[in-house]
């Protein structure tokens, strides 16, 4: 595993960084490898990368993946870099894509998004929450609430008479709809726990609230405006 | 005063929680008027921190974390916000997960600074040396303080040991401490004067 820091961006076509170029640093070496395309060039982790690579999983990804996680990620991680990288850019990234529905489904999943989140924000606010475990699980209801608020009202609002709407202008939205759908279940089934998965909440906490910055997405909390977005 | 690198400088956890700082997301800065929330003792502790660094000497603290971690972190992270007497306005459970994270995330830096000295379990003759000498009971430490001063007592130093603490346990009984034990308490907002 190399941890390497790349912003990258989203559209219909997959994943992509503009301004990357890999140069060696202190935790990985690039080398060069005879391509059919001409000199290919790779990465190898050194010590230092090593290091950092435990450092990580140790200290930030044991607080939101458990161990088995943490191996099939690994597992993951290994058999993609065996692939050649047209298989990677043909067949992963559809792996990513979200189905893109039609516009009266979308509308009436986004509705039932929305019951199913003000339902579990009444509950939420009844409880009073005293461990770090609760205060996860309420955030994340709350910040799924109005997430799921802000594509009813905002994000998705004149879909029905947008004309010519550009679904894969959206793959974010789609990506939290999508995630949002999922986590409900797993949501209404800790709330009826005394002791909630403190891993299991911060994974989604971190997906949810961590994983976008303002730059990317407009519902984030590294948006100064993001009080304008809140309905 | 001034520092002697032969002294042991230790620290109570309150205190290296004080010497956070808290990251105000983007979304909220404006309403609190910064994007850094700080304890009211911070600049005196980080002082101290400076001039410690400057001479060279490591500073302690005690370990194992105390089993209340989890409760005093939301404990400081509430009275920080408190402090501040700003209503977060909108999602006021996510604000409160990120101060929460980030006062775990820079607690854990601060850390990295300390050298440890273990708490002492056998703590039960310091626990009744209170409990026979405080006036007030409710003076009497918690097992937890009484751990930390049966810890530090037992640590080797040649010279002085300061413990420095906001706990009222700890600077209502420092008279009876520095008799016993010969520990001096150093409350949190004098901490400055040790420089």
């Given at each position: 595993?190399?941890?390497?820091?790349v912003?990258?961006?989203?559209?219909?076509?997959?994943?992509?960084s503009?301004?990357?170029?890999?140069?060696?640093?202190?935790?990985?070496?690039?080398?060069?490898?005879?391509?059919s395309?001409?000199d290919g060039k790779?990465?190898?982790?050194?010590?230092?990368?090593?290091?950092?690579?435990?450092?990580?999983v140790?200290?930030?990804l044991?607080?939101?993946m458990?161990s088995?996680?943490?191996?099939?990620?690994?597992?993951?991680?290994?058999?993609?870099s065996?692939?050649?990288?047209d298989?990677l850019?043909?067949?992963?990234?559809?792996?990513?894509?979200?189905?893109?529905?039609?516009?009266?489904?979308?509308?009436?999943?986004?509705?039932?998004?929305h019951?199913?989140?003000?339902?579990?924000y009444?509950?939420?606010?009844?409880?009073?929450?005293?461990?770090?475990?609760?205060?996860t699980?309420?955030?994340?209801?709350?910040?799924?609430?109005?997430?799921?608020?802000f594509?009813?009202?905002?994000?998705?609002?004149?879909?029905?008479?947008?004309?010519?709407?550009?679904?894969?202008?959206?793959?974010?939205?789609?990506?939290?709809?999508?995630?949002?759908?999922?986590?409900?279940?797993?949501?209404?089934?800790?709330?009826?726990?005394?002791?909630?998965?403190?891993?299991?909440l911060?994974?989604?906490?971190?997906?949810?609230?961590?994983?976008?910055?303002?730059?990317?997405?407009?519902?984030?909390?590294?948006?100064?405006?993001?009080?304008?977005?809140?309905v | 005063m001034?520092?002697?690198d032969?002294?042991?400088?230790?620290?109570?956890?309150?205190?290296?929680?004080?010497?956070?700082?808290?990251?105000?997301?983007?979304?909220?800065s404006?309403?609190?008027?910064?994007?850094?929330?700080?304890?009211y003792?911070?600049?005196?502790?980080?002082?101290?921190?400076?001039?410690?660094?400057q001479?060279?000497?490591?500073?302690?603290?005690?370990?194992?974390?105390?089993?209340?971690?989890n409760?005093?972190?939301?404990?400081?992270?509430?009275?920080?916000?408190?402090?501040?007497?700003?209503?977060?306005?909108?999602?006021?459970?996510?604000?409160?997960?990120?101060?929460?994270?980030?006062?775990?995330?820079?607690?854990k830096?601060?850390?990295?600074?300390?050298?440890t000295?273990?708490?002492?379990?056998?703590?039960?003759?310091?626990?009744?040396?209170?409990e026979?000498?405080?006036?007030v009971?409710?003076?009497?430490?918690n097992?937890?303080?009484?751990?930390?001063?049966?810890?530090?007592?037992?640590?080797?130093?040649?010279g002085?040991?300061f413990?420095?603490?906001?706990?009222n346990?700890?600077?209502?009984?420092?008279?009876?401490?520095?008799?016993?034990?010969?520990?001096?308490?150093?409350?949190?907002?004098?901490?400055?004067?040790?420089?």
């Amino acid at each position: 595993m190399i941890p390497i820091d790349v912003d990258f961006r989203l559209n219909k076509y997959g994943s992509f960084s503009t301004d990357l170029v890999l140069e060696s640093t202190d935790y990985y070496n690039i080398y060069e490898y005879p391509a059919s395309f001409g000199d290919g060039k790779g990465l190898h982790i050194v010590q230092k990368g090593r290091e950092l690579a435990k450092e990580v999983v140790t200290t930030k990804l044991s607080e939101i993946m458990k161990s088995q996680e943490i191996k099939e990620l690994e597992d993951e991680i290994n058999d993609m870099s065996k692939k050649r990288a047209d298989e990677l850019s043909n067949d992963e990234h559809k792996m990513l894509f979200v189905d893109i529905d039609d516009r009266t489904h979308l509308i009436s999943r986004i509705r039932t998004v929305h019951i199913d989140f003000l339902d579990l924000y009444e509950e939420v606010k009844k409880q009073e929450a005293s461990t770090i475990a609760d205060i996860t699980f309420s955030a994340l209801v709350e910040y799924c609430f109005y997430l799921s608020s802000f594509f009813m009202k905002k994000r998705f609002k004149n879909i029905e008479t947008a004309g010519d709407y550009d679904f894969d202008a959206y793959m974010f939205d789609y990506y939290f709809l999508y995630n949002l759908e999922q986590i409900i279940p797993i949501l209404k089934k800790q709330l009826g726990v005394d002791k909630k998965d403190e891993t299991l909440l911060n994974k989604f906490y971190q997906y949810f609230v961590q994983s976008i910055k303002e730059q990317k997405y407009p519902f984030s909390i590294d948006n100064k405006h993001l009080k304008d977005l809140i309905v | 005063m001034t520092l002697y690198d032969n002294n042991t400088y230790s620290f109570d956890d309150c205190s290296i929680f004080n010497l956070c700082e808290i990251n105000i997301p983007n979304s909220w800065s404006e309403m609190f008027g910064t994007n850094r929330l700080r304890s009211y003792n911070y600049g005196k502790l980080v002082r101290l921190m400076a001039s410690l660094n400057q001479q060279n000497i490591i500073p302690y603290r005690f370990i194992p974390e105390s089993e209340k971690f989890n409760s005093n972190l939301i404990k400081h992270a509430n009275q920080l916000l408190i402090k501040t007497k700003i209503n977060p306005a909108f999602m006021d459970l996510v604000f409160k997960k990120e101060v929460i994270e980030s006062l775990k995330f820079s607690f854990k830096g601060v850390l990295k600074v300390f050298n440890t000295i273990q708490k002492n379990d056998n703590f039960q003759n310091i626990k009744q040396f209170f409990e026979q000498n405080c006036q007030v009971p409710t003076n009497v430490p918690n097992n937890d303080d009484c751990k930390i001063i049966g810890g530090l007592n037992s640590f080797n130093c040649l010279g002085n040991k300061f413990f420095i603490s906001a706990d009222n346990h700890f600077r209502n009984n420092c008279d009876l401490i520095k008799q016993e034990w010969n520990i001096t308490i150093v409350p949190e907002h004098e901490c400055h004067l040790l420089c």
